[in-house]
Antibody
């Protein structure tokens, strides 16, 4: 059974940093694209970033480019999101999601974690 | 960036009836369109991909149709557990992957 478990969320001041983690199990982690998707309170889903199975290719939404960095440690079956220069508008539930095999199907999110809440506030 | 527009924002339907949700893309996404269901406090769940293929374990009362720029999610014989928010999402030409703003399906 595929399991994705996010952690690392919390309250941070504007301009601060946070690192989220997503522990994966139940599948061969290195074979799949992984994405981060966020949802501000009461708002729609917003794709944040995606990284290939090897981690060589990583893509970002314009809204986070240069501030958020996705990486992965395949030896640990873990996905990361390093969040720097945080803004109030980054406040959201952050989900990690596993894509289908291949591209562009990697953009279909078959499995989701339960999410971790990031609150940016002074 | 491909903009996804869903209508209506809120849909009120009685249990046992049929619900029809629409999604429009600002340019063709061929059949690279997925639908997700989200209940309060839960992560989204994949319902449909490839515009019309049901994901594993999704009951056949959920069906998707369309291609290009116009798509429809139909839920027949609505059950109480179907009342939720539904999102469409394109994955034809990414990055970025883009979602619609959601349709809230509520009990009439």
């Amino acid at each position: 059974e595929v399991q994705l478990v996010e952690s690392g969320g919390g309250l941070v001041q504007p301009g601060g940093s946070l690192r989220l983690s997503c522990a994966a199990s139940g599948f061969t982690f290195s074979n799949f694209y992984m994405s981060w998707v966020r949802q501000a309170p009461g708002k729609a889903l917003e794709w944040v970033s995606a990284t290939s199975g090897s981690g060589i290719s990583t893509y970002y939404a314009d809204s986070v480019k240069g501030r958020l960095t996705t990486s992965r440690a395949n030896s640990k079956n873990t996905l990361y999101l390093q969040m720097n220069s945080l803004r109030v508008e980054d406040t959201a539930m952050y989900y990690c999601a596993k894509g289908f095999p291949g591209v562009p199907a990697a953009g279909v999110f078959e499995n989701w974690g339960q999410g971790t809440l990031v609150t940016v506030s002074s | 960036e491909i903009v996804m527009t869903q209508s209506p924002a809120t849909l009120s339907v009685s249990p046992g009836e049929r619900a029809t949700l629409s999604c429009r893309a600002s340019q063709s996404v061929t059949s690279s369109l997925a639908w997700y269901q989200q209940k309060p406090g839960q992560a989204p769940r994949l319902l449909i991909y490839g515009a019309s293929t049901r994901a594993t374990g999704i009951p056949d009362r959920f069906s998707g149709s369309g291609s290009g720029t116009e798509f429809t999610l139909t839920i027949s014989r609505l059950q109480s557990e179907d009342f939720a928010v539904y999102y469409c999402q394109q994955y034809n030409n990414w990055p970025p992957i883009t979602f619609g703003q959601g349709t809230r399906l509520e009990i009439k």
